[in-house]
């Protein structure tokens, strides 16, 4: 690890650049909506509300409680954030007191949720771990677990995690990884599952263009990890150092747009920084309850 610049600055930088393609995705679902200008303020959605909650708990104990997260992520939510339909009953299930170890599981007809929830979320804890991909990988899986108890849904955390955590190494040793190295670093912390198998299709489309990866891939219309992670991944590792073309590219794909934009923009600026953002994009996004 490299001080405090691997964990609390490259966690923040994550999460703006998180909430920001939130917000740009999210406001591009309104009609004759455009990136140029943007309105005064474009609000974020559950992926930026639980990625706060994340945050805050590495923020304030340096480490993930799997019991404490759950609390926090149903304190917080709200539904017009656009939470989808099993979310809204588990949360509320725990806010009532429920037990998330039996919520998550039972969900589904007994399978767990395989949805891309966990992944949109996690970036931020990837980057806090920057330079140990593994912890990286286990802590995403920690976080799933609370609201993703299918094997996709969780290894489609893992992988945002681990390429949050490969991206910010790559800033603090100031060297921009290549797109086949940064996608195989990823492939190597999955085991056998169709979030892997859709990663390795990635590999074989780098050098494609943004309408071919998503129509192979998924750009996130299904809602589920497997059709949601691989594409964002892909932009991510072919944009690592341009962040508005990652979210522009996100946006040119439809789909679950402001999912693909959050995934790709936290681990685009884990590598970038703030600085990479936009300053317009960042003024228009809505405040974060979380201090700077």
């Known amino acids: 690890m490299a001080g405090d610049m691997t964990d609390l600055t490259l966690c923040l930088d994550s999460l703006d650049g998180l909430s920001v393609g939130d917000a740009l995705g999210a406001h591009h679902f309104v009609p004759g909506a455009s990136l140029d200008p943007l309105p005064d303020q474009c609000p974020w959605t559950d992926d930026t509300e639980m990625a706060v909650s994340i945050v805050e ?39 009532e007191g429920g037990d998330w170890r039996e919520l998550a599981p039972a969900a589904f007809g007994g399978k767990g949720s395989m949805g891309n929830g966990a992944a949109m979320r996690v970036a931020p804890l990837g980057a806090y771990y920057a330079g140990d991909s593994k912890r990286a990988a286990l802590e995403a899986m920690r976080s799933a677990e609370i609201t993703h108890a299918h094997p996709e849904g ?72 497997q059709d949601t992670v691989p594409f964002a991944l892909w932009v991510a590792a072919t944009r690592i150092d341009d962040y508005p073309a990652a979210i522009r590219a996100c946006v040119a794909a439809g789909g679950d747009v402001d999912t693909t934009a959050a995934i790709a923009g936290g681990v685009v600026a884990a590598y970038t920084g703030r600085a990479g953002i936009p300053a317009a994009w960042l003024s228009s996004r809505e405040p974060l309850p979380i201090a700077p």
């Open 57 to 95: 708990e590495l923020l304030h104990h340096r480490e993930i409680d799997q019991d404490r997260l759950a609390v926090a992520f149903a304190r917080r939510f709200e539904p017009y954030r656009g939470y989808g339909g099993g979310a809204v009953v588990l949360l509320r299930a725990i806010r």
């Open 154 to 225: 969780i290894l489609g955390a893992a992988a945002v995690a681990v390429a949050a955590a490969e991206a910010g190494w790559s800033r603090l040793v100031g060297h921009r990884p290549e797109p086949f190295t940064f996608l195989e670093s990823v492939i190597d912390y999955l085991v056998d599952s169709q979030v892997k198998d859709s990663m390795e299709r990635a590999l074989r489309l780098l050098g494609t263009d943004v309408a071919e990866a998503a129509y192979e891939l998924g750009n996130g219309s299904r809602v589920l990890a």
